[in-house]
């Protein structure tokens, strides 16, 4: 969790940017939501629908690539 200092940090930020940056809080609710996703594509796997889980989870591991790609490309930047 953030401090209330590093809130009005990030909230003056944001407000001098011309970039609109997600929230701290938007990020966490985009984890929850796969989380839950890979739930609902368990169950359809275990329900005999392999299209439909199948795809999900080529998503979900695409995007925890492009995740990683990202990761990487900005510890290099940090350099």
């Given amino acids: ?4 200092k590093t809130k ?9 940017s011309l970039i609109q940056w997600p929230s701290e809080r938007q990020v966490a609710e985009v984890s929850t939501r796969l989380a839950q996703m890979i739930k609902v594509g368990v169950r359809w796997e ?3 629908d392999y299209f439909a889980s199948g795809d999900l989870a080529y998503q979900i591991q695409e995007i925890i690539r492009e995740t990683e790609e990202l990761l990487k490309k900005s510890q290099r930047l940090k350099r």
Avoid at 1 to 4: L, N, Q
Avoid at 8 to 16: A, C, G, K, T, Y
């Fill in 1 to 4: 969790m953030a401090t209330m």
């Fill in 8 to 16: 009005s940090l990030v909230s003056s930020r944001q407000q001098r």
């Fill in 46 to 48: 275990a329900n005999g």
